[in-house]
């Protein structure tokens, strides 16, 4: 199949970019790496009538941190994630998280703002950005907008980006000292949409947790931070108290069915990932026993 026509429009600038999402609004499509947004027109899935690339715009891409904040700006490719210094240092969750991205080619062009905005539930680093407190920075026609993760995903390929808005950045605070983080996802083979995932970050002290914070993904609509993981703060870290918060998570999940699973299949998947989840965290390889699932 083919696309259907389009006009195409090669912005100079972000200011460019926003004065023809002023003008075209939900007639036209950003295009950055295009992993996403060219199958989508190719299969016909969507037709916008202009395609407004921002590929080029320097301004959008690299990564700095500064006053404890690390500022990833959207045109930042997935490799580019993969292999920053700045990322291993201050954010090793995504790291680990983008080299399960789909495969080399598509992580050379795809980029960190084009996944957030086409939130795919079942993709990766919208979890992480749940687990990692980010905010996403957003410019528009009324100024630059702060949008908190959790305010950000809306449903299956939709947030909270208005149609003539453009992602511009990421920022995530500095994780503290000590913090750790765990990251496994369920595939049928290396580099497929995750059926189940878990990103996680964490305070682990006195073989306890001080903070921990559950992304999960593929278990929905959108990603899913999960109030269950406060049952596992501040406590002490028994086989009952796991299974406590096992049976929580059980409640607050509402996975879809598809192809690749059935809602059961992904609850039974997602209590198993929060054990090896906590059971590794904690270096406590008795939780994997001990843990009713
Ligand atoms: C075979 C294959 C396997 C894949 N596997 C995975 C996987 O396992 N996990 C995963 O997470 N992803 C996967 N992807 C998707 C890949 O990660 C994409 O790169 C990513 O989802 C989109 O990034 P992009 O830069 O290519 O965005 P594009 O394709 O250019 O755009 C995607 C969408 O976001 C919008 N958009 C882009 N940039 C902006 C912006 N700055 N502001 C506002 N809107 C914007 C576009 O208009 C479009 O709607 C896969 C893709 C392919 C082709």
Known sequence: MKASAFAYARATSVANALE??????????VLSGGQSLLPAINLRLIAP???IDIGELAELRGIVVKEGVLTIGALTRHVDLLKSPEIAAHAPLLADAVAHVAHPAIRNRGTIGGNLAHADPASEL??????LGATIIVRGPRGKRRIATSEFFAGIY???IEPQELLVAVELPVPLKHSMHFFHEFTRRRGDYAI?????Q???????????????FAVGDRPVLARSAGKLVDVLITSAALSEASSALDQELDPLEDQQATPAMRRHLARILLVRCVSSLLDRPDLRTGASM
């Not at 919208?126 to 687990?131: D, E, K, S, T």
């Open 196 to 200: 189940v995932g878990l990103a996680a």
């Open 49 to 51: 009538e202009l395609i």
């Open 126 to 131: 919208p979890a992480c950005m749940l687990a």
């Open 158 to 160: 939709e947030t909270a």
């Open 202 to 216: 964490a305070l682990v002290k006195d073989g306890g947790f001080a903070d921990l914070k559950l992304g999960f």
């Open 20 to 29: 023809l999402l002023a003008v075209h609004g939900e007639k036209a499509k």
